[in-house]
T-cell receptor, first 112, second 109 residues
Framework: DTGVSQDPRHKITKRGQNVTFRCDPI?????LYWYRQTLGQGPEFLTY????????KSRLLSDRFSAERPKGSFSTLEIQRTEQGDSAMYLC??????????FGQGTRLTVV | KNEVEQSPQNLTAQEGEFITINCSYS?????LHWLQQHPGGGIVSLFM???GKKKHGRLIATINIQEKHSSLHITASHPRDSAVYIC???????????FGGGTRVLVKP
């Protein structure tokens, strides 16, 4: 297994467009997390899944954001009607229920 | 006030120097994590600890649960140690992480 992978690595989009990011966790990991990181700041929690169930969503996750993990394996994070304030690094991590988290390389989103 | 505070925000050291980064937290935790982030975004987990001390190569992490404080030490620092070091806590086993703001470390040759 090659670890957590995220796709794409970079995305430039025009304001108002929809974007979707994908995360493939380490295969045996049942927990999957999405975080957002803006320049110079530490990451902030967005949402997490245990298997296919979305267990918690941050208040940061407005109604323009939606995340899924349909079969308990890969996950997608969609942002509708993007705004310039959505520009950030979107990080995915996975873990076993009580283990340490392994992070992907992130998807850097730029909204122009 | 943030639940996880790190100091210093920035640190410059000469190669070979001993480096200490501090982390204080204000909530009950299940574990504290030290992470390393290089330019380009990738985050690597260095340590996960809930008590005492852990060592891996030139890196040492300690935690004092009573004082809600942890330190990350880098011995004999090297330019390849230049990165952002982030402290994070999980309030329950396997739960989401709450991050500090990070410490940007630059080690000059």
């Amino acid at each position: 297994d090659t670890g957590v992978s995220q796709d794409p690595r970079h995305k430039i989009t025009k304001r108002g467009q929809n974007v979707t990011f994908r995360c493939d966790p380490i295969s045996e990991h049942n927990r999957l997390y999405w975080y957002r990181q803006t320049l110079g700041q530490g990451p902030e929690f967005l949402t997490y899944f245990q298997n296919e169930a979305q267990l918690e969503k941050s208040r940061l996750l407005s109604d323009r954001f939606s995340a899924e993990r349909p079969k308990g394996s890969f996950s997608t994070l969609e942002i509708q009607r993007t705004e310039q304030g959505d520009s950030a690094m979107y990080l995915c991590a996975s873990s076993l229920t009580t283990g340490k988290a392994f992070f992907g390389q992130g998807t850097r989103l730029t909204v122009v | 006030k943030n639940e996880v505070e790190q100091s210093p925000q920035n640190l410059t050291a000469q190669e070979g120097e001993f480096i200490t980064i501090n982390c204080s937290y204000s909530v009950g935790i299940s574990a504290l994590h030290w992470l390393q982030q290089h330019p380009g975004g990738g985050i690597v987990s260095l340590f996960m600890l809930s008590s005492g001390k852990k060592k891996h190569g030139r890196l040492i992490a300690t935690i004092n649960i009573q004082e809600k404080h942890s330190s990350l030490h880098i011995t004999a620092s090297h330019p390849r140690d230049s990165a952002v070091y982030i402290c994070a806590v999980s309030k329950a086993a396997g739960n989401k992480l709450t991050f500090g703001g990070g410490t940007r470390v630059l080690v000059k040759p």
